[in-house]
T-cell receptor, first 119, second 113 residues
Framework: AQTVTQSQPEMSVQEAETVTLSCTYD???????LFWYKQPPSRQMILVIR??????QNATENRFSVNFQKAAKSFSLKISDSQLGDAAMYFC????????????????FGQGTILTVHP | DAGVIQSPRHEVTEMGQEVTLRCKPI?????LFWYRQTMMRGLELLIY????????DSGMPEDRFSAKMPNASFSTLKIQPSEPRDSAVYFC???????????FGSGTRLTVV
């Protein structure tokens, strides 16, 4: 079974600065997807960024980018120019892309990292 | 597109009562998932459906929990009888094929007293 580990229960950053959230995962599969979700106090789960394992290029979405290290099974999220609205719980998640496998379709989440942004 | 719609947003019930949570997925999505979120256990997958058929219900904690998807546009999660330890936020999510991130509903906060 796949597992996702976020080793930082809490992180903080000053407004306008950069912060990196860590995530590692364990899998024996070669084809999968990785995601970062944001959950603000409203509790809505919002997709921040997605990475396909077969792509070597790191995904970017405006101020959000990832550092995907497939061999190390590491998937960190970098938030640049942090804003007060970035304050939230961030979840790293794994989804198998192996069609027909028992895990196909399932999204496995890490425990989350609470990000605080200081003005 | 209205997104994934869950109802009710909040539910407070007494121990022993039946609780039914409802979900309307995004039209055209072929996967539907029910998750439970608690402080202690984080986000847990309870059950998921593909084309209205339950694929994996190994996360359903007890026989008190049941889920149905009678058609492509509606699913329910029922707890009978409810217990205080069932208090949590329950999310429904839907997805198209197996290759994209989910779209989540806004969740139902269940409190069992």
């Amino acid at each position: 079974a796949q597992t996702v580990t976020q080793s930082q229960p809490e992180m903080s950053v000053q407004e306008a600065e950069t912060v990196t959230l860590s995530c590692t995962y364990d899998t024996s599969e070669s084809d999968y997807y990785l995601f970062w979700y944001k959950q603000p106090p409203s509790r809505q789960m919002i997709l921040v960024i997605r990475q396909e394992a077969y792509k070597q290029q790191n995904a970017t979405e405006n101020r959000f980018s990832v550092n995907f290290q497939k061999a190390a099974k590491s998937f960190s999220l970098k938030i640049s120019d942090s804003q007060l609205g970035d304050a939230a719980m961030y979840f790293c998640a794994y989804r198998s892309a192996v069609t027909g496998g028992t895990s196909y379709g399932k999204l496995t989440f890490g425990q989350g990292t609470i990000l605080t942004v200081h003005p | 597109d209205a997104g994934v719609i869950q109802s009710p947003r909040h539910e407070v019930t007494e121990m022993g009562q039946e609780v039914t949570l409802r979900c309307k997925p995004i039209s055209g999505h072929d996967y539907l998932f029910w998750y439970r979120q608690t402080m202690m256990r984080g986000l847990e997958l309870l059950i998921y459906f593909n084309n209205n058929v339950p694929i994996d219900d190994s996360g359903m904690p007890e026989d008190r929990f049941s889920a149905k998807m009678p058609n492509a546009s509606f699913s329910t999660l029922k707890i009978q009888p409810s217990e205080p330890r069932d208090s949590a936020v329950y999310f429904c999510a839907s997805s198209l094929t197996g290759r994209y991130g989910y779209t989540f509903g806004s969740g139902t906060r269940l409190t069992v007293v």
